[in-house]
């Protein structure tokens, strides 16, 4: 039934995003990278009916797939890991869905989206991400609450290792990523100095669960023009290329339900308005059973827009199997 499901939802997605944003989409990505995307959420909801009765779901243990990010994919909330998610293994397919709140002194940030991993080796993503400037929207100039909005598609493929089972070997589970940027405040990005509304992140991802220590340990190198995540476009009067940013993760499995961590993510700072600083957190996630999952956290995302000492709660309630 939940193939059946699965099955469902992708198609309806994908016919409905194809209405609303196909054109846009097709101008803004590679060739390769839509084929990539499409051919395999194509291939998984052709698969998925025919296939029910021999694809498994929910072998993974609690907690180890991660939970899903602030950009949709499955790992932190802050970092991106080299898991895929949901709790299906190299025999099944997995999924979620998850909602996420940001409250900050000054703004607010509110997310939303899906997943998938198929086989325990390649993840298809999506998230909404709607940043709330509140009464900073009126200091700005913008308007009070004004709100920018970003759209996030995001394709992961596991390339080797295994971060559970190859636990006699130091070798991490290693991933390579995309995930593909759109924001809908174009005019309002290039008056502050950025270049684009739209980007591409890439990254490679390296994840390892040391079992014996109930420690999970996550290094990520990220490949970005982004400013504060794309939220406030991509590139500026300070920098205009590619740069290698880090994400790190570390996380004691405290009992098989809760996992406590904390998590470090650099950022590149090109726009010439406002300094951009790192992002970091301490966190606490709590599996109530494979199907439903909650996040807390405390986020330091330092200063945004002028803005100074952002500081403040997260939240994420993630379902799935």
């Known amino acids: 039934m939940r193939l059946y499901l699965v099955y469902f939802a992708l198609t309806n997605l994908r016919h409905r995003w194809f209405m609303e ?33 021999e694809i498994k779901t929910g072998g993974k243990l609690l907690l180890t797939g991660g939970v899903s990010s602030i950009e949709g994919s499955g790992g932190g909330g802050l ?41 325990d080796r390649v993840e298809l993503s999506y998230a909404r991400q709607s940043f709330d400037t509140q009464d900073a929207g009126a200091a700005l100039g913008l308007g009070q609450g004004f709100t920018f909005n970003q759209d996030i598609w995001g394709v992961k ?25 759109r924001n809908d405040r174009g005019a309002i990005i290039a008056a502050v100095g950025g270049e684009d509304d739209t980007g591409t992140d890439y990254y490679v991802a390296a994840t390892k669960l ?45 009992t098989k339900r809760l996992a406590i961590g904390a998590e470090y993510r650099s ?33 330091s995302l330092g200063d945004i827009a002028t803005f100074r000492d952002q500081s403040g709660f997260y939240i994420s309630l993630q379902a799935g199997f």
């Open 267 to 299: 950022k590149p700072s090109n726009l010439g308005f406002a300094r951009e600083d790192d992002w970091m957190d301490l966190f606490a996630a709590y599996a109530l059973n494979k199907n439903l999952s909650v996040t807390a956290a405390w986020v």
């Open 157 to 181: 493929v596991v390339v080797i290792g295994d971060a559970v089972y190859d636990q006699d070997r130091l070798l991490p589970q290693i991933a390579v990523g995309a995930q593909h940027k």
């Open 210 to 254: 040391l079992l014996d220590r109930s420690l999970l340990l996550n290094g990520t190198v990220r490949m970005t023009k982004a400013n504060q995540g794309g939220l406030l476009g991509f590139g500026g009067p300070n920098g205009s290329d590619y740069s290698a940013q880090f994400e790190g993760s570390v996380a004691w499995l405290a």
């Open 79 to 119: 970092a991106t890991w080299a898991t895929t998610t949901g709790y299906a293994t190299e025999e099944g397919v997995g999924g979620n869905v998850h909602g996420t709140y940001v409250t900050l002194p000054d703004f607010e940030l509110r997310s939303w989206g899906a997943a998938v991993g198929v086989f």
């Open 21 to 53: 944003h196909g054109s846009a989409f097709r101008g803004q990505l590679g060739a390769d990278m839509r084929r990539m995307f499409f051919g395999v959420l194509l291939a998984v909801a052709t698969v998925a009916p025919a296939a029910a009765d």
